[in-house]
């Protein structure tokens, strides 16, 4: 096992750990905005990390077929790291403009959302 599939295996190893933080975030945290900050921030990091790892895996063998998976592989973080802190943030104005309250200490639970119209 080379250099580079160490690296590979230790950057797909950290995303999945920062994927699993990012869903007991989800499943713990008491309000949306708290649930959505760990949903953005742990999906955004891990996607890259694991995409990363997969794109470094690819150059064990280097061809012209496999240097252009890691470029389209390398793509697709850029894409990535773009749209999901748009999405997070597009999701929480759209909590913002529906009313929902951020959660404060002594509240027994995250307030339901209003009903649409």
Known sequence: MSVLDIAALALIFVGIIFFTGSVIGVLRFPDFYTRMHAAGKGDTLSSLLIALGLALYNLHDLSMHNLLTSAKIL????????????TTHVLMEAGHALG???????????QAPKELP
């Open 75 to 86: 793509l697709i973080c850029v894409f990535v790291f773009i749209t999901g802190p748009t």
């Open 100 to 110: 929902i309250k951020p959660w404060r200490r002594g509240d027994e639970r995250a």
